[in-house]
């Protein structure tokens, strides 16, 4: 079939297109911008896989709609994205029908959320169903797909009870913990998108998807801490408001705040399945909770992590004018400038400096690094808990701590990075590993007075902390 895959560099859409392709179907990826598309990894396609750019809530910036379309997948969410993500949601959707109308299209492939009503909902489930009416009056069918809580190595809502449950041994839980819920893993959410697109029987309905187990969101928490072989108790609160909840999300998890209010607002509503047709049709055996778990703890272990919520620029900071440029600013800045001869195999030292952060952390003064994270996000920063995708590959687009990769070409050796963190100002960390020498550059672009007093403020931790970073880099990290 020829299909349409919106989304495709997405967390879903990254996971779908291998499975896809696997089953010799021929798709078109729709993203906002190549670069952040790992074509590489899908060289082996051929003309089986053909990727077009544009902006589903520019319209103006969209190709000419694909014809023949046996399918499209919608996969776009906007989550997180701000306070207003539910009217961006539909007129992302509305600009998408009417893009899709131009064309030829036989149906579309919905993955919704589940969550019954409408008065009660919150404002993310209320736009999930609300996205799917707008699907429903295409001129194609519509197939949706309802799912609760999505599990796997890189989800926000396992990244969430990953960094809850890791972090602390003592939880104070609100009373949304004891709502329920029906997590499924990604894997069966994959299996059941691929399988409905070849099942014409399952045109035009909607079916609720899940796993084999209804569970509160204590059972989450308990369930990973079991896995993982951890003891932890958990301390009721009745009166912890849900601001106060999005709050707590925020300051110890890796999540957003605008994120983190959409989720804690979600948790309130049960979201179990109400049928079970699906599973007539599509007779999976699936995974419970704790496989789930595992195998997503598998992935990250074996750093086989396709895809992360994290890596998403809806709502971020960065100006797109820089990706396009790909250019530190040099005028207007202030920059700390290091070159070290380097000390060990140019390739050792590539490798040093594209394992920068995460686990690993920074090679000079990782301390400040932490405390910066944490002045950033106790101020309604993003902090460094995101960590990085991988623990050795970088793309563009990747977060890595409170940083986004701009550049990652390992062939010229030249690395550019963009501060996402609280900042007076706009900063960037530059480096390129020449065949002698690592150039290392930290640009910063302040904004009015508090920002070259900041810059100044720092002045005394960067002489310390950039040049024995660059000397340790060059050393192959040692």
Known sequence: MKVLLTGASGYIGLRLLPSLLERGHTVIALVRDRRRFPEDEFASAGDQLQVIEGDLLHPASLPPAPADLDAAYYLVHSIGAGADFGDTELAIARNFTSWLDRGSCRRVIYLGGLGEGTGGLSEHLRSRHAVGEVLGGAGASLTILRASIIVGSGSASFEIVRDLVEKLPVMVCPRWVDTRCQPIAIRDVIDYLTAVLELPETEGRTFDIGGPEVLRYRDLLRGYAEVRGLKRRFIPVPFLSPR????????????????????????????????????????????????????????????????????????????????????????????????????????????????????????????????????????????????????????????????????????????????????????????????????????????????RLYWFAVLPVHWILFPRMARRLAAGGS
């Open 244 to 451: 106060l909840s999005s709050w707590w999300l925020y300051l110890v998890t890796s999540t957003r705040f605008s994120l983190a209010q959409s989720l804690v607002d979600s948790m309130k509503n049960e979201t179990i399945c109400t049928g079970f047709e699906i599973r007539e049709l599509v007779p999976l055996e699936l995974l419970d909770y704790k496989q789930s778990i595992g195998r997503a703890l598998s992935r990250i272990a074996q750093n086989r992590v396709p895809s992360s919520w994290i890596d998403s620029l809806v709502g971020g900071s960065l100006d797109p004018r820089f990706i396009d440029a790909i250019k530190v600013p040099e005028h207007g800045v202030y920059a700390d400038r290091q070159s070290v001869p380097l000390g060990a195999r140019r390739d050792e030292v590539i490798d040093a400096v594209w394992s920068l952060g995460g686990e690993r952390g920074w090679p000079s003064m990782n301390w400040a690094w932490s405390l910066r994270g944490w002045i950033s996000r106790i101020s309604g920063g993003i902090g460094t808990r995101r960590g990085r995708r991988h623990a050795r590959e970088l793309r563009a687009g990747d977060a890595l701590d409170f940083w986004r990769v701009l550049l990652s070409d390992e062939a010229t050796g030249r690395l550019i990075l963009y501060a996402e963190m609280k900042l007076p100002g706009e900063a960037w960390l530059d480096f390129c590993v020449t065949e002698t020498e690592l150039f290392q550059t930290a640009t910063f672009r302040p904004q009015g007075l508090l920002g």
